[in-house]
């Protein structure tokens, strides 16, 4: 992968979610072999314990969490920049403690998802016979309410995988919600999580779709690359292509250091 630009991976996991494999040190490596400026590692922050708890690290391994990546840090000082973030989850109700653990450390950037519609992980694929009970129209409209309610907040820097419903295939039937969602991820300042982990789903695509990524370019929302990685293999998986949807819909990249946004 060659690029003129510097690029970052700003969506990285590590095994203390719980479902993902290979140590820190293994993405750091894996990262500069592939031509990487850098890297920030984002995984699943705790949530208070009835929500979401095997998929995520809980919240006393967040100091754990924050010594390997600073061990990182220091073993690649001068040849790769690896900055500490994290993924964040939206669910109504839960800001609080969200914003109790984002100012227990020092993080460079914070990606805030959505993955549930009530107590339904629609992204997970031991539940994804559900859409078969859903109205998509109706869905999409509740998800995206979510995905406007969580740049309101103000908790953070960007808003993951837009589109992320469509992870299995099955398409938002409208456009609407998703327009006007990003109206409000435009109003708040937020980036978007250019995810290029959709290309490694049924739905074939990265988060955003093509045509909202033009419509977020249109109204100047610069993205953050990132793969997603749940192994070191999928580190810049598919850069160049993302590069490409991005440039061709006039958008611009961006990273986040000290929660700060880096052209």
Known sequence: MTSPLPLFDSHLHTPLCGHATGTPREYAQAALDA?????????HMPMPAWYDAPWRMRQGQLAEYVDRVREVQ?????????????????????????????SAHEWDYVIGSV???GAWGFDNPEFVAEYE??????LYRDYYALVEGAARTGLFDSVGHLDLPKKFGHRD?????ALHALDVVAESGLALDFNTAGWRKPASEAYPSPELTRAAAER??????????HTPQEVGF???????????????????????RHA
């Open 220 to 229: 100047h929302i610069p993205f953050v690359l990132g793969s997603d990685a």
């Open 173 to 177: 039937p409208e456009s609407s919600a």
């Open 115 to 117: 993955h549930y519609l």
């Open 133 to 138: 009970d859903r109205d998509l129209a109706g």
């Open 74 to 102: 220091a073993d690649y000082s001068g040849r790769l920049e690896v900055r500490l973030g994290l993924e964040a989850d939206f669910h109504p109700g839960t800001e609080r403690f969200v914003e109790r653990v984002l």
């Open 35 to 43: 031509g990487l400026a850098g890297i920030c590692f984002t995984d």
């Open 238 to 260: 598919r850069f160049t292509d993302a590069l490409k949807q991005i440039q061709e819909a006039g958008g611009r990249v961006v990273t986040y250091a000290g929660r700060v």
